[in-house]
């Protein structure tokens, strides 16, 4: 009764509210905000209050259904087994397979992860092994690093000089085809 009665009182307070907030939009604007910051502040006291109130229903609800077990719990009588006593076995078996299966796939796939990280190291020193091999014979070929900058400055040359044999032919071909057209 008195939840109900501070319920209704909630509500009432909130429908008050609803107009406070209306007649403080009225207000001169100078006031204004003031006056709808405390509107907004009541809101949320009373909405505290609310949820305050929301959980002691919850809290007295939940000690109501605790003391309505505990009575049935106390006032059940008890009578011996039957003879046909089974035990529901065959699901925890079957539950119990299951997570050993599980188990052995991990094992198996955490065993493969494994067995390729040892092949990508093997494969990691044969190319470290092979590198060091090029670098030997390059070094036994004679070819010193000014060599090999003479022959990469020679090759950017080669490329300019490409592209500018074939702007000047497109540009041979294109004279061709607009004096003999």
């Known amino acids: 009764v008195v939840e109900n009665e501070i319920q209704a009182r909630i509500d009432n307070i909130f429908s008050n509210l609803e107009r406070l907030e209306i007649l403080s939009s009225k207000e001169p604007p100078n006031k ?3 006056a709808k910051l405390r509107v907004d ?3 949320y006291d009373v909405q505290h209050l609310q949820t305050a109130l929301r959980n002691f229903q919850q809290r007295r ?3 109501e259904q605790q003391e309505q077990q505990r009575q049935e ?3 059940r009588t008890f009578t ?9 076995i065959d699901e925890t078996l079957q539950y119990n397979e299951s997570l050993q299966s599980a188990h052995r796939g991990m094992d198996e796939l955490i065993g493969s992860g494994t067995n390729i990280l040892q092949g990508l190291r093997d494969q ?3 190319l470290k092994g092979t590198h060091k091999k090029i670098l030997d014979v390059a070094n036994m070929l004679g070819l010193s690093n000014t060599v090999m900058r003479l022959i990469e400055k020679r090759a950017f040359q080669d490329k300019f000089l490409m592209l500018g044999g074939m702007a000047v032919t497109c540009v041979i071909m294109f004279l ?3 004096y003999l057209t």
């Open 124 to 126: 990691r020193v044969t």
């Open 61 to 63: 609800f939940l000690r």
């Open 73 to 75: 719990l106390l006032a």
């Open 176 to 178: 061709v085809v607009q």
């Open 80 to 88: 011996a087994n039957d003879s046909a006593t089974t035990i529901p």
């Open 41 to 43: 502040q009541l809101k």
């Open 32 to 34: 204004r905000q003031n």
